[in-house]
C-alpha cells in the first residue's frame, strides 16, 4: 500500500539553528499539506500546496517558516531560526485533488528544539 | 469553518460498542463530517466520512441526523487496539483547498 513518507522521524535541534523536514506524498497526488501538532493537540494546518503552488499559507509564520514544493512532488519544510516553541509533530499528508476531505498522513517528524 | 465539539475522552472494555458523539451547530450545506482515528507518534487516519443518515464501512458506522447539527461515531465491539484519539471535522468537498479543522479530539481508552 502506498504511503506518504517523511524524513527524519526524529530531530534535536538548538535554538536558532535551522531544520528542515522533507516530504515524499504519494505517486499521483497532486495536493500536499504540512500540519504541525503540538503535544495534547489536534493537528494544525501550516500549508497546502496544490502542484508545485500554495493554495494556502495563512497559518505559516513566515517570518521563520518556509515550504516548497519545486516540482510539485516531494516537499520541503524549513524552520530558520528554531524556538523553543517550535517543538512538536510536524505531518505530511497528501490527497488525490484540492479539497478532498480524505487525506493520507505521513508519520511525522518530531521536533525537539533545546 | 464550522467548529466541532467532543469529549475529551471515553472510557470501554473490550468487546463493547462505543459510540463517540460530536456537535457542528454550524454545519454548512456543503459540508461532509469526516472522522480520523490517531495512534500516538503516528500520523491521523481517515475512518469515515458521510453527509447524511448512515455510512458503514468495515471499521466503523457514521450516523448523521436529518438536521445533520451533531453526528456519532459508532465502533463495534472494540479491542484494545482501538485506543486512540478520535477527531471529528466538518469540510466541504472539492471545494479547491481544504476546510478541515482539527480539534482535540476524544481520547478512547480500551481496557480488558
Known amino acids: 500500500e502506498a504511503e506518504v513518507a517523511q524524513s527524519p522521524r526524529y530531530k534535536i535541534t538548538e535554538k536558532s539553528q535551522a531544520v528542515a523536514f522533507w516530504c515524499d506524498p504519494i505517486s499521483g497526488h497532486a495536493t500536499l499539506y504540512w500540519y504541525r501538532q503540538i503535544l495534547g493537540q489536534g493537528p494544525e494546518l501550516l500549508v497546502q500546496?496544490?502542484?508545485?503552488?500554495?493554495?494556502?499559507d495563512s497559518q505559516l509564520p513566515k517570518d521563520r517558516f518556509s515550504a516548497e514544493r519545486l516540482k510539485g512532488v516531494d516537499s520541503t519544510l524549513k524552520i530558520q531560526p528554531a524556538e523553543l516553541g517550535d517543538s512538536a509533530m510536524y505531518l505530511c499528508a497528501s490527497s488525490f485533488r484540492a479539497g478532498d476531505n480524505e487525506q493520507f498522513f505521513g508519520p511525522g517528524t518530531r521536533l525537539t528544539v533545546l | 469553518l464550522a467548529k466541532t465539539t467532543q469529549p475529551i475522552s471515553m472510557d470501554s472494555y473490550e468487546g463493547q460498542e462505543v459510540n463517540i458523539t460530536c456537535s457542528h451547530n454550524n454545519i454548512a450545506t456543503n459540508d461532509y463530517i469526516t472522522w480520523y482515528q490517531q495512534f500516538p507518534s503516528q500520523g491521523p487516519r481517515f475512518i469515515i466520512q458521510g453527509y447524511k443518515t448512515k455510512v458503514t464501512n468495515e471499521v466503523a458506522s457514521l450516523f448523521i441526523p436529518a438536521d445533520r447539527k451533531s453526528s456519532t461515531l459508532s465502533l463495534p465491539r472494540v479491542s484494545l487496539s482501538d485506543t486512540a484519539v478520535y477527531y471529528c471535522?466538518?469540510?466541504?468537498?472539492?471545494?479547491?483547498?481544504?476546510?478541515?479543522?482539527f480539534g482535540k479530539g476524544t481520547m478512547l481508552l480500551v481496557s480488558p
Open positions: 471535522l466538518v469540510g466541504a468537498l472539492n471545494s479547491g483547498y481544504s476546510t478541515l479543522t
Open positions: 500546496f496544490q502542484d508545485e503552488s500554495v493554495v494556502d
